[in-house]
Each structure stands twice: as structure tokens, then as C-alpha cells.
């Protein structure tokens, strides 16, 4: 469909999306201005802009994969899995809106949801057996992918190409189609695999969006860019972090639901622990690597021992997994206060700890008594409130190894490179910025994710 050029009459709403707030001290003034220029800047308005749509774009791809699980299994949270996926698309929209007008938004709005419903009706002829419905329904997903890259193309003047826009919503849809398939096979493993590379190709996404949005309207974003060392770190720690609490809640599902992917599950919220104590490591040593590894490690194991207790029926082990919960808050607000030597002060990390922990735990007690409703809305919370830690530890660790973060200028132009960032340079992995602090010889040992250009 063609889509008339539309001016912007608003900046992006970001409060529609999700809250961002850095928790770092200012610890002192000189640190407090080298963290608020231009070059260093964590909270510009573009890098909100880009945090923002990472988050709404990185949930769309873990409620979708996670919604069609839920329809391959016959779950009795599906309609409200689906709700929540519905709820995300008009979060999306909203901020599509603000930049585009109404009339943007409403054919915005029209064309993703369409998407949705198709990969409702691949589930649906799956566990039909019908192959003419499946092969119906890619065909109307390959229809998807060409109206909504030239929707993209359109609104942004060209500045997000169509042809470009397409290669990535290819791998996207390849990406949820195979890993649906993979999971209604019984394939867990590379099925849990694949949903978090497609978490993390929607970061690449939002990486994208934004810098198009920001190039073709520089004065509602202050000229900042959204693309810089520094607001790279975040977004990769937005999208690590937020991660995590997705993956928890639904792990935590599972091992109530008794499910046969509860391994596969398990192991990859233990996949994402492992890039964040990597990281850590590799700005502050491996000593402190494996502290963060050891207590970040153990929050996870209580939710476990309070998702055993709650199945068994025993009240004193839930009371004890609780206690060792707020034990790790304490303990792991004290070793990032220490790390950033006081910029992540141990007080607000302990009430944001205490807000995750609570989210998490509240989400598996609605779940566990039936009430999905309540079930799905904490767990969207749990999942935008993770983006606080990943702006207060940016925040933190840019002020603390300024000479490490130096800005890019806004391009000339937008390339024409897919859903992955800019030619020739895109963002750098947020291991590859963090190994950089270290010693040369770390880059040799930290797995690097490729960036599809």
C-alpha cells in the first residue's frame, strides 16, 4: 500500500512506551558533566528515542514466540498471552502515532496486527494438520513484508528503505516460524536458541528506526544521535536485561506447568546470566566477573526453589526462598555499588531489586492461581521496569571509563543495510565495547554476535 508522506507535528511520546530512568549518582560534579555531553551521553533525547523502541520492538518477538507456544500446547493463558501481544502492538503504534500522525499510526496499526494474525493462523492449521492452511498463511506473511517495508519506506521519506526493511522482516518471520516449528517437534534446544537471536535482531531493528526517525526529524531530537558507543552499551544492556525478565517468568511457567521444555527454558535465562557476568568481567576483572556470576546466579536458583515450594504446597520453603531473595538484594546492590565505585548507589539498586523480585514473584502467584490476567500485565511490567538497571549501569560505567566512549556524528545519510544498523560500522556488541576496557587479549575470548549488515 502507498502511504502519503506525513509531517510530524509531535516528538515521540516515550511515556507511551516504557519508563527510562538512570539510577547513577551524579558522584560529584566533574563526573556528573562528563556524563551529560553530547559525545558521552546516555539519556539524549535519541538515545530515549532508541531505548524505547528496543524495548517495544524486543518484546514483540519473546510475547510472539512465547504466544505461539502457548497455542501449540492448547494453554488456558492463551487468549491472555495473546492479549498481551495485542497490548505491545498498540504500545508500538502509539509512539508510530506521535511521529506520524493518526492517520500514520492507523495504517501502521493495520499492517502489523496483520502479521499477528497471521502467525496465529500458521499455529492454528499446525496443530490442524492442515499444510494448504500453513502454506496460506506464509504467503499472506510474504504479502506482510512488502506492505509494511514500504510503509517504513514511506513515512521516513526513504530514509529506512524498502528493500532493506524487507531482508530483515525475512529474518524475522523465518526466525519465528522455525522456532515454532522447532518447538512443536520437540527441538527445544535450538528452538530456545533461536528466540533469543530474535530478541535480539529486534534490537537491531530499533537500532535502525531510530537512527531513520532522528535523521529525518534532527531538531524534535535535539540533533543527538541514537548510534554512539555509549548509547550502544545501553541498548545492549537494555535488551540483555529486559531479556532476563521475560525468559524468567516463563521459565518459572513452565517448571509450574511441569512442561517438557522446562530444561531448554531454564538453560537459556541461564544463557543470558552468562553474557552479563561475561560482561562484567570484562570491565571489571574476572574476580569481579565471577561474584556477579556467583549472586546473580543464586536469585535464579531461589526463584526455582520458590516455584518447587509453591508446587509442593510448602509454605515454609516459599518463606525461606523469599528470605534468600531479599539476602541477594542486599548482596548484589552492595557489589555494583563497589564496581562503579558508588555511581549505582546500593540504596536505589535495592529498591529496584526489590520491585524486579516482587514483579517476578507476583507474576508466578497470579499464574499459579489461575489469575492470567494479572499473570501477563506484571510481567510486562517486570519486563520495562529491567530497563532502569540498563540505563543506571550505562550510565554508570561511561561516567566511570569516559575515555572509552567517545560520539559518532548523525550520518549524511541512511544506508541501505536491513534491519542491522549502519554500513560498515554498525553498533559494536556491547561484549566487544566492554573487552575494550581490557586487556588486548580479552577480545580473543569473548563470542562476539555477528551483526547482519
Given amino acids: 500500500m502507498k502511504m502519503n508522506k506525513l509531517?510530524?507535528?509531535?516528538?515521540?511520546?516515550?511515556?507511551?512506551?516504557?519508563?527510562?530512568?538512570?539510577?547513577?549518582?551524579?558522584?560529584?560534579?566533574?563526573?556528573?558533566?562528563?556524563?551529560?555531553?553530547?559525545?558521552?551521553?546516555t539519556a539524549t533525547p535519541?538515545?530515549?528515542?532508541?531505548?524505547?523502541?528496543?524495548?517495544v520492538l524486543t518484546e514483540h518477538a519473546f510475547l510472539a514466540i512465547e504466544t505461539m507456544r502457548k497455542g501449540a500446547d492448547g494453554?488456558?493463558?492463551?487468549?491472555?498471552?495473546?492479549?498481551?501481544?495485542?497490548?505491545n502492538s498498540d504500545d508500538l503504534t502509539a509512539a508510530v502515532s506521535s511521529v506520524y500522525g493518526e492517520e500514520g499510526g492507523a495504517a501502521f496499526q493495520e499492517i502489523w496486527n496483520s502479521h499477528i494474525g497471521y502467525f496465529v493462523d500458521y499455529v492454528?492449521?499446525?496443530?490442524e494438520g492442515d499444510q494448504a492452511a500453513k502454506d496460506a498463511a506464509l504467503a499472506e506473511l510474504e504479502e506482510y513484508k512488502v506492505e509494511q517495508a514500504?510503509?517504513?519506506?514511506?513515512?521516513?521519506?526513504?530514509?529506512?528503505?524498502?528493500?532493506?526493511?524487507?531482508?530483515g522482516l525475512d529474518v524475522h518471520v523465518n526466525q519465528l516460524i522455525t522456532i515454532f516449528d522447532q518447538y512443536v517437534a520437540g527441538d527445544f534446544e535450538p528452538a530456545y536458541a533461536g528466540e533469543r537471536e530474535a530478541i535480539q535482531h529486534m534490537s537491531m531493528f530499533a537500532e535502525s528506526l531510530s537512527i531513520a526517525i532522528t535523521t529525518q526529524f534532527p531538531d524534535k531530537f535535539e540533533g543527538t544521535n541514537p548510534d554512539t558507543p555509549a548509547i550502544d552499551l545501553r541498548a545492549q544492556l537494555n535488551y540483555t536485561f529486559t531479556e532476563h525478565a521475560g525468559l524468567a517468568v516463563m521459565a518459572m511457567q513452565d517448571g509450574a506447568d511441569g512442561a517438557e521444555s522446562f530444561d531448554q527454558a531454564a538453560g537459556a535465562l541461564l544463557a543470558n546470566a552468562d553474557d552479563l557476568s561475561a560482561a562484567v568481567g570484562s570491565v571489571y576483572g574476572e574476580e569481579a566477573g565471577a561474584q556477579f556470576a556467583e549472586i546473580w546466579g543464586s536469585h535464579i536458583g531461589y526463584f526455582v526453589d520458590y516455584v518447587k515450594a509453591t508446587d509442593a504446597g510448602d509454605e515454609e520453603a516459599?518463606?525461606?526462598?523469599?528470605?534468600?531473595?531479599?539476602?541477594?538484594?542486599?548482596?548484589?546492590?552492595?557489589l555494583l555499588d563497589a564496581a562503579t565505585e558508588g555511581r549505582v548507589p546500593a540504596d536505589a539498586l535495592e529498591e529496584g531489586l526489590t520491585t524486579h523480585v516482587s514483579q517476578l514473584l507476583g507474576s508466578f502467584d497470579a499464574y499459579a492461581a489461575g489469575d492470567y490476567e494479572t499473570a501477563y500485565s506484571e510481567m510486562r511490567a517486570a519486563y520495562a521496569h529491567m530497563t532502569m538497571p540498563a540505563a543506571g549501569l550505562s550510565a554508570a560505567i561511561t561516567d566511570?571509563?569516559?575515555?572509552?566512549?567517545?560520539?559518532?556524528?548523525?550520518?549524511?545519510?541512511?544506508?541501505?543495510?536491513?534491519?542491522?544498523?549502519?554500513?560498515g560500522a554498525g553498533t559494536i556488541p556491547y561484549l566487544w565495547i566492554f573487552a575494550g576496557l581490557m586487556?588486548?587479549?580479552?577480545?580473543?575470548?569473548?563470542?562476539l554476535r555477528a551483526r547482519k549488515q
Fill in 7 to 41: 509531517l510530524v507535528a509531535l516528538p515521540l511520546s516515550l511515556a507511551m512506551l516504557v519508563p527510562t530512568a538512570a539510577l547513577a549518582d551524579s558522584h560529584g560534579s566533574s563526573h556528573s558533566e562528563s556524563a551529560q555531553t553530547a559525545e558521552m551521553g
Fill in 46 to 55: 535519541a538515545a530515549e528515542l532508541r531505548i524505547a523502541l528496543d524495548t
Fill in 75 to 87: 494453554a488456558e493463558d492463551f487468549d491472555q498471552a495473546s492479549a498481551a501481544l495485542l497490548a
Fill in 124 to 127: 492454528v492449521a499446525t496443530g
Fill in 150 to 167: 514500504e510503509f517504513f519506506d514511506t513515512a521516513t521519506e526513504g530514509n529506512l528503505p524498502a528493500a532493506a526493511v524487507k531482508e
Fill in 318 to 334: 516459599k518463606a525461606q526462598a523469599k528470605e534468600d531473595l531479599d539476602g541477594y538484594i542486599v548482596e548484589q546492590a552492595a
Fill in 400 to 423: 566511570q571509563f569516559p575515555e572509552q566512549f567517545g560520539g559518532k556524528e548523525m550520518p549524511d545519510k541512511m544506508p541501505a543495510t536491513g534491519l542491522g544498523g549502519a554500513e
Fill in 439 to 447: 586487556l588486548a587479549a580479552l577480545t580473543t575470548t569473548m563470542a
